[in-house]
C-alpha cells in the first residue's frame, strides 16, 4: 500500500511569510501526528490529529497550526516565519491507539532566509 | 511515558551482528517497547515493538528483559545500508500513541 505523502518536499521562505504544509496518511490511517526536526533540538512534537479533531499539542508557540480533513490528510501552518523555523517537518500517520506503529513521510525541508 | 537510556553512538562490522541496547527502567506494566531508525535526512522508519515477550521480524529481532528493565535491538547481519540513528522509546498501550524521540544511538557500519 502507499506511504505517507508529503508535499513538497523543499521549500524557501522569506521571513516573515507563512507556509502550508501537507501530509496523505495511509489509507486507514486516522492519526496524523507532526514533528519538527532541528540539529540542535532533534525531533519535536507539535500536534496529532486524530478523526479532525487535534488530539495532542506539543510545546510550540500558536504560529504553529494543524488541521485535519474528513480524508485524514492534514495540513499544517506556520505563520510569520522565522529564521529559526528552518528545519525538517515530518508527519507520521497511524491507526492512532496504544500498541500499534507509526509510519513517517519522507519530510519536507523549509528554509527561512 | 517512560523515559529511555541509548548509547549515543555504536559501530559494528559489516557481516557481523548488530546488538543496540536500550535502558527502560521505569517502563510500566502497559507500556510497549519500539524502536525506529533514521537515516541521514529521511523520516524514521519502524522497525519493531513488543510490550514482553521477545519479537522478530524481517528487519530485527527485539529482547526484553524478564523485569522489562532493558531491551535489546538485534541486527542479525548488519549492513552499510544499516548505518543510522536508532532511537527506543516506551508508550503507553492504551490512549494515542506519539512517539516522544530522545537522542538515539548513532551506529555505523564499517567495511
Known amino acids: 500500500k502507499a506511504g505517507v505523502t508529503q508535499t513538497p518536499r523543499y521549500l524557501i521562505k522569506t521571513r516573515g511569510q507563512q507556509v502550508t504544509l501537507s501530509c496523505s496518511p495511509i489509507?486507514?490511517?486516522?492519526?496524523v501526528s507532526w514533528y519538527q526536526q532541528t540539529p540542535g533540538q532533534g525531533l519535536q512534537f507539535l500536534f496529532e490529529y486524530f478523526s479532525e479533531t487535534q488530539r495532542n499539542k506539543g510545546n510550540f508557540p500558536g504560529r504553529f497550526s494543524g488541521r485535519q480533513f474528513s480524508n485524514s490528510r492534514s495540513e499544517m501552518n506556520v505563520s510569520t516565519l522565522e529564521l529559526g523555523d528552518s528545519a525538517l517537518y515530518l508527519c507520521a500517520s497511524s491507526l492512532g491507539r496504544g500498541g500499534t506503529e507509526a509510519f513517517f513521510g519522507q519530510g519536507t525541508r523549509l528554509t527561512v532566509v | 511515558d517512560a523515559k529511555t537510556t541509548q548509547p549515543p553512538s555504536m559501530d559494528c562490522a559489516e557481516g557481523r551482528a548488530a546488538n543496540l541496547p536500550c535502558n527502560h527502567s521505569?517502563?510500566?506494566?502497559?507500556?510497549?517497547v519500539y524502536w525506529y531508525r533514521q537515516i541521514h535526512s529521511q523520516g524514521p522508519q519502524y522497525i519493531i515493538h513488543g510490550l514482553k515477550n521477545n519479537e522478530t521480524n524481517e528487519m530485527a529481532s527485539l529482547i526484553i528483559t524478564e523485569d522489562r528493565k532493558s531491551s535489546t535491538l538485534i541486527l542479525p547481519h548488519a549492513t552499510l545500508r544499516d548505518t543510522a540513528v536508532y532511537y527506543c522509546i516506551v508508550s503507553s498501550a492504551g490512549g494515542s500513541y506519539i512517539p516522544t524521540f530522545g537522542r538515539g544511538t548513532s551506529l555505523i557500519v564499517h567495511p
Open positions: 521505569t517502563i510500566s506494566g502497559n507500556e510497549y
Open positions: 489509507s486507514g490511517h486516522r492519526s
